[in-house]
């Protein structure tokens, strides 16, 4: 299905611009969230900074493909929950978020930058990439990657990608301020195909076996809430994540754009 969706997407954005009229270049920054294991409950604690440029190919006043390169930054506690086993589970993550992006936006307005009766409109998208992370946590005064330590008792070789494709989807409003520079204010979500941007999914792995395979370290994070009460709650094969619902991360933004200008068809 994912495949079948990017190449739909691929086959749209290459239509799209054989017809292009304009195209446009940008920048941008904002705020970004992660949604997930440990924060089930959508909450706004820990917002990350988030940022990238962009190039927009405009169709036509209705339809335009975007590509984009962003940056966030996302992370979250358990620390932050009021629910009574997270805040004995214990567990942390931080990462930095790389993604490339192909969308496609529908204005429900006709936008023209150089038309002051067309000057604005709000507009959706829809579009897919690929992303990379690299989920850490904070331990005695270290950043120290996850993924390496295979917290879930991945065995040597089986750790999870730290690449996977996206879909991305959302609205925003674009509004010129002349014939050359235009604002976009976007929020943007991601539809992520793994569940382990938090290095969280699973159960909790025997805790001997993961020390013979990797470490004590890899114990000791695995499962933390021997940090926070007297006993640890990570009995082997208990629950530590929610594998049926993968991760996802939201990217609030405004970009400053500005219109290059038309780009003549050739006749034939």
């Known amino acids: 299905m994912v495949r079948n969706?990017?190449?739909?997407?691929i086959l749209a954005c290459i239509s799209f611009a054989l017809g292009a009229q304009s195209y446009e270049l940008g920048a941008g920054a904002g705020a970004s969230n992660y949604f997930?294991?440990?924060n089930p409950n959508f909450s706004f604690q820990r917002l990350g900074p988030a940022g990238g440029v962009l190039g927009r190919i405009n169709v036509n006043p209705r339809v335009a493909f975007k590509v984009a390169a962003n940056y966030a930054n996302v992370g979250f506690k358990d620390e932050f929950s009021n629910n009574p086993f997270q805040k004995a589970r214990n567990l942390s993550?931080?990462?930095h978020i790389f993604e490339g992006v192909g969308q496609v936006e529908f204005n429900f307005m006709p936008f023209v930058s150089s038309d002051y009766e067309k000057f604005f409109s709000p507009y959706l998208f829809v579009g897919g990439g690929v992303?990379?992370?690299n989920p850490?946590?904070?331990?005695n005064d270290e950043w120290v990657a996850l993924q390496p330590l295979g917290t879930e008792g991945q065995g040597r070789n089986e750790e999870y990608s730290l690449t996977s494709p996206l879909l991305a989807y959302g609205g925003g409003f674009k509004i010129a301020l002349n014939y050359a520079w235009s604002v976009n204010f976007e929020l943007s979500s991601r539809?992520?195909?793994t569940d382990y941007l938090d290095d969280v999914s699973t159960l909790y792995a025997d805790a001997q076996e993961l020390e013979d395979l990797r470490g004590t370290l890899a114990v000791q994070l695995a499962d933390r809430s021997?940090?926070?009460q007297e006993a640890p709650i990570g009995?082997?094969?208990?629950?530590r994540g929610d594998p049926l619902s993968n991760d996802a991360y939201a990217i609030l933004g405004i970009s400053l754009v500005y219109h290059i200008g038309g780009i003549k068809c050739p006749d034939f």
């Not at 969706?5 to 997407?9: A, E």
């Not at 009995?235 to 629950?239: P, S, T």
């Open 226 to 228: 021997w940090e926070v």
């Open 93 to 95: 993550f931080q990462s």
């Open 36 to 38: 997930g294991d440990l």
């Open 191 to 193: 539809r992520l195909f």
């Open 235 to 239: 009995e082997f094969g208990r629950q």
């Open 131 to 133: 992303f990379h992370f």
């Open 136 to 139: 850490r946590t904070r331990f």
């Open 5 to 9: 969706t990017i190449m739909v997407i």
